[in-house]
């Protein structure tokens, strides 16, 4: 789960970390009230989506005026016309994809003078099964450009989870971001409080980019992103009010309904199948043959009928989708279950583009007979490569 940066803020306040003093607005007409709260003489209008490079970002409306998704604002009106004119509004990035993400809330914080940018990010490392830092003093650009351009810029450490966090570590912060005197100290301090708000809060990844030290020499995090492990999301029942699932695609959301594992996609070939490898496999052969698949889903070992049906209806009901492939090998899941959940749903949402199925399996004959006798326009295949070339041949075709 992801949260926005205001939150993230919020928690990591809570944990004794160093941000700016600042507040969400989600009514325009709130903005001037919450902006009088902080002390200026610069405050910064920050707009709020799941997605970073905002501030190079775009709006696309005309009114939205062309100064980014994050502002520096000089006086209290000033601040108020900039959260006026993002509410509402669709800011792209390079980030959000070329549709961009419409901004419900505005977060408005006390300005920093800034002397240097540098970053710092946390994430679980699958390599040495620990919690790693990730320190640059390439602040305030995208780390993937300077992993690419000068990794030796980049410094990645763990943390042994047996001692917990060192002043060792602290210390390596502040060396690779040569900080030295009262600021290294403020750098081991940060290091411990962000280590014990990843930790305790069950984080997968926490990126604050820029950190930086302002002109009167504190270290600050002037942004922050934070995502949590799904799985231990039950043992923080506190965090899912944080959830907007405005940011989250409703399909995705839908799909999490029925226990569906749903992930959408940016092309035309709406895909079910069951198995995370098959589905997988699917994607690829869909690919090799030319097309893009809408989604990925695995309706999972043992589908009931119901769950077939919620998962048909979720691939039909977008828009992008222009032909479906069924691709069920009957192991745990049996065909026939497939087919009827299947019918049961064309049924309800009618069938508007081409359908190939292709079953192999348990049960695959009566699944087979039950396509066929239902005077559906379905366009059978025997196996994996003959399905993924007739449905690319169909959505052609169509
Ligand atoms: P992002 O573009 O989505 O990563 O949003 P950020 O929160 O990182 O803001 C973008 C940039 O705005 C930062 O890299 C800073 O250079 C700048 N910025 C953010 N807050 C302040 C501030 O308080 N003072 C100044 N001078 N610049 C800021
Ligand atoms: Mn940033």
Same mark, same amino acid.
């Given at each position: 789960m992801n949260i926005h940066e205001y939150q993230a803020k919020g928690l990591l306040r809570e944990f004794g970390v160093p941000v700016p003093d600042g507040y969400p607005v989600l009514k325009a007409e709130d903005a001037e009230a919450v902006a009088r709260q902080l002390r200026g003489p610069v405050w910064v209008v920050k707009s709020q989506i799941h997605a970073g490079g905002r501030g190079k970002g775009k709006f696309k409306e005309k009114a939205a005026g062309d100064k980014g998704g994050v502002r520096l604002a000089s006086s209290v009106e000033e601040a108020s016309a900039f959260v006026r004119e993002m509410l509402g509004q669709t800011l792209v990035t390079a980030q959000t994809g070329p549709a961009g993400k419409q901004v419900n809330r505005v977060y408005i914080e006390d300005g920093?003078?800034?002397?240097? #940018?540098?970053?710092? /990010?946390?994430?679980?490392?699958?390599?040495? /099964?620990?919690?790693a830092f990730?320190? /640059?003093? #390439?602040?305030?650009?995208?780390?993937?450009?300077?992993?690419?351009?000068?990794?030796?810029?980049? %410094?990645?450490?763990?943390?042994?989870?047996a001692t917990g966090i060192m002043p060792l570590h602290g210390r390596?912060?502040?060396?690779?971001?040569?900080?030295?005197?009262?600021?290294? %100290?403020?750098?081991?301090?940060?290091?411990?409080?962000?280590? %014990?708000?990843?930790?305790?809060?069950?984080?997968?990844?926490?990126?604050?980019?820029?950190?930086v030290v302002t002109k009167d020499g504190k270290l600050r995090c002037l942004d922050a992103k934070v995502s949590f492990d799904d799985n231990a999301l039950f043992r923080h029942p506190d965090l899912f009010k944080l959830r907007d699932e405005t940011e989250e695609d409703a399909k995705e959301i839908e799909a999490s309904k029925y226990d569906l594992a749903y992930i959408a996609l940016d092309g035309t070939i709406g895909c079910m199948v069951n198995g995370a490898?098959?589905?997988?496999?699917?994607?690829?052969?869909?690919?090799?043959?030319?097309?893009?698949?809408?989604?990925?889903?695995?309706?999972?070992?043992?589908? /009931?009928? #119901?769950?077939?049906?919620?998962?048909?209806?979720?691939?039909?009901a977008d828009p992008q989708v222009k032909g479906i492939l069924v691709n069920i090998f009957g192991g745990i899941m049996k065909c026939d279950v497939i087919a009827r959940g299947v019918i049961a749903a064309v049924k309800t949402v009618g069938l508007e583009v081409p359908l190939v199925v292709r079953l192999e399996g348990t049960n695959v004959e009566e699944g087979k007979q039950i396509i066929r006798s239902s005077g559906l326009n379905v366009i059978p295949a025997d196996d994996l490569d003959d399905a993924a070339q007739k449905i690319v041949a169909a959505v052609r075709g169509a």
């Open positions: 920093s003078a800034i002397a240097s #940018e540098f970053y710092l /990010s946390m994430l679980v490392d699958r390599d040495t /099964s620990r919690v990730v320190v /640059s003093t #390439e602040g305030g650009m995208n780390i993937e450009e300077v992993a690419h351009d000068n990794p030796e810029k980049i %410094r990645t450490f763990s943390v042994d989870p390596t912060v502040a060396e690779t971001l040569g900080l030295t005197g009262d600021l290294a %100290r403020q750098a081991e301090d940060l290091a411990a409080k962000l280590y %014990r708000a990843f930790v305790e809060e069950d984080m997968a990844m926490l990126e604050i980019n820029p950190l490898g098959l589905a997988m496999a699917t994607l690829d052969i869909i690919k090799l043959y030319g097309e893009e698949p809408a989604n990925f889903l695995d309706v999972g070992g043992g589908a /009931s009928e #119901e769950k077939v049906t919620a998962a048909f209806k979720i691939i039909t």
